[in-house]
């Protein structure tokens, strides 16, 4: 028999991932789905990519702009507290902060991707800035592991 579970934000798990912040707030029983809040400060982002998880996004606050890239043309849209988007798996997409402000985002994910989370994450926050070669090629090195695929980054 399971049993119910409460996690505050106290206990919950947070890791540095590049420049976001990842808090690990519970996996749904019986599935491999778990529930995460990513909070993005301005600048900060991922590339186009693909991976076998779906994902399932809603933006709590700021604005968080999702390049959709498994369209025919590629195109954007500029998620709003509110918002929900829905990443079907093996869709090439990618999201980053474009505002001026800290965004956070609620997501629903396969384990697969918390794996690759933990696996990349830091306890310590980044000095801030770009990401260095090093962090470059350590989350490179990360998505050969887990199966993600970084696609070239569109022509601005």
Do not use: K
């Amino acid at each position: 028999m399971s049993s119910v579970t409460v996690t505050t934000p106290a206990q919950a798990d947070s890791v540095w991932v590049v420049g976001d912040r990842i808090t690990f707030l519970g996996e749904v029983p019986g599935t491999a789905l778990s529930l995460l809040e990513v909070e993005v400060p301005p600048g900060s982002g991922t590339p186009p990519h693909t991976h076998a998880s779906p994902e399932l996004f809603r933006v709590l606050s700021g604005e968080v702009t999702f390049g959709i890239f498994a369209t025919t043309p590629p195109h954007e849209v500029v998620a709003r507290a509110g918002t929900v988007v829905t990443v079907p798996p093996h869709a090439a997409h990618n999201y980053r902060n474009t505002g001026s402000q800290a965004a956070a985002m609620t997501v629903v994910l396969d384990r697969s991707m918390v794996e690759f989370f933990r696996d990349l994450g830091r306890r310590q926050a980044p000095a801030g800035g770009p990401p260095s070669e090093a962090e470059i090629a350590e989350v490179m090195a990360a998505c050969v592991r887990h199966q993600i695929r970084l696609l070239p980054s569109p022509p601005p």
